[in-house]
Structure formats: C-alpha cells, structure tokens
T-cell receptor
Framework: EPEVTQTPSHQVTQMGQEVILRCVPI?????FYWYRQILGQKVEFLVS????????KSEIFDDQFSVERPDGSNFTLKIRSTKLEDSAMYFC????????????FGPGTRLLVL | SQQGEEDPQALSIQEGENATMNCSYK?????LQWYRQNSGRGLVHLIL?????REKHSGRLRVTLDTSKKSSSLLITASRAADTASYFC?????????????FGAGTRLAVHP
C-alpha cells in the first residue's frame, strides 16, 4: 500500500541553524501539507501546497518557513533560522483531491533545537 | 476557530469493553475525520464522515455525527490492548478548493489486558 515517507526521522540542530525536512508524498497525490505537533499538544496546520504554490498557510508559517517541491516526488519544509520553540514533531501529509478528502500522514520528523 | 475538542482527555478501560470518545467543534464543516496516534508516532487515518452523514462503521469502529450539536463520537467496540493510543478528531471546512485539518487535543485511551 502506498505511503508517505519522511526523512530524517530525528534531527537535532543548534538554534539559528537551517534545517530541511523532506517528504515523499503518495505518488499520484496532488495536495500536500505540513503539520506540526509540539510535545503534548495538538497537531497544528502549517501550510498546504497545490500546483507548485502555497494555497494556505497558518500564522505559525512565518518568513522563516518555506516549502518547495523541487522535483516530481519530493516535498520539503525549510526552516531558515531555527528557534527553540520550533522543537516539535513535523508531519507531512498528502491527499489525492481537495474537497476534504482523506489526508495520509507520514511518520513524522522529530526536530529538537538546542 | 473550528477546533475540535475531545472528551474525555484520558480513558482507561479493560480489554473487551467498549470505548467511547467525543468531539465537539465550533463552526461549519464539510467532514470530520478521526485519527489514531501511537505514542510518538505518526497519525493513522481511521474514518471520515461527511456533514450529510449521521453514522458510519468500519470494522470495530462506529462514528456518529450530529451537525446540529456540532459533535461527533467514536466508539471502539470489544477493545484490545493494541487499541491503546491517542485518538484525535479533525474537522475540515472546504474553502476555495483547498482544505486543512483542524485537530482537537485528543483522547488518550489505555486498554488494559
């Protein structure tokens, strides 16, 4: 069964460093998302992406964040200058259609900023 | 905000018992989805119920939706130790061709053998 994959599974970085989180969505999906979950808290929407552009972003997704689909398979989230409060589990998701169809989540990348 | 809020926050039951988790939300929705998360792991989609549906079944799962009360419930029948996980509801409001999931805080379910 197709699944969303994410790399790395864990990443530790120093405050101020750039990180790139990578995702490979399900191959025939068209809509891509990033969410994050701070330890012990809710899963929060960050950004949705369709047709090579951001379709919606949350207040969390400020100028330090960017997303890219550099080729036909990868979907990346970049944090330019990490802060301590960026420490969280980051989930990538994809769906085959909009209109609220099922989003399939990857296993997540646990980011720790020191 | 159209956040879903689950209750109870935590539920502890014995294997074989039924587990019921509730979710309330604030605004209009197109559908509501339930997800499961094992500790520190990814989110697994369980079931999607559309705003024009009242009940849906999938195996041992039964989901109801009451749009007049803006609430949903997830029932797991004949629970197993392997059902131990956190369960989240997430609402979707279809807007302009795109959608995002708004998650609740989740219910932590512990099923004891």
């Amino acid at each position: 069964e197709p699944e969303v994959t994410q790399t790395p599974s864990h990443q530790v970085t120093q405050m101020g460093q750039e990180v790139i989180l990578r995702c490979v969505p399900i191959s025939n999906h068209l809509y891509f998302y990033w969410y994050r979950q701070i330890l012990g808290q809710k899963v929060e929407f960050l950004v949705s992406f369709y047709n090579n552009e951001i379709s919606e972003k949350s207040e969390i997704f400020d100028d330090q964040f960017s997303v890219e689909r550099p080729d036909g398979s990868n979907f990346t989230l970049k944090i330019r200058s990490t802060k301590l409060e960026d420490s969280a589990m980051y989930f990538c998701a994809s769906s085959g259609a909009s209109g609220g169809e099922t989003q399939y989540f990857g296993p997540g990348t646990r980011l720790l900023v020191l | 905000s159209q956040q879903g809020e689950e209750d109870p926050q935590a539920l502890s039951i014995q294997e074989g018992e039924n587990a019921t988790m509730n979710c309330s939300y604030k605004t209009s929705i197109n559908n509501l989805q339930w997800y499961r998360q094992n500790s520190g792991r990814g989110l697994v989609h369980l079931i999607l119920i559309r705003s024009n549906e009242r009940e849906k079944h999938s195996g041992r799962l039964r989901v109801t939706l009451d749009t007049s009360k803006k609430s949903s419930s997830l029932l797991i029948t004949a629970s197993r130790a392997a059902d131990t996980a956190s369960y989240f509801c997430a609402t979707v409001w279809f807007s302009g061709g795109y959608n995002k999931l708004i998650f609740g805080a989740g219910t932590r379910l512990a099923v004891h053998p």
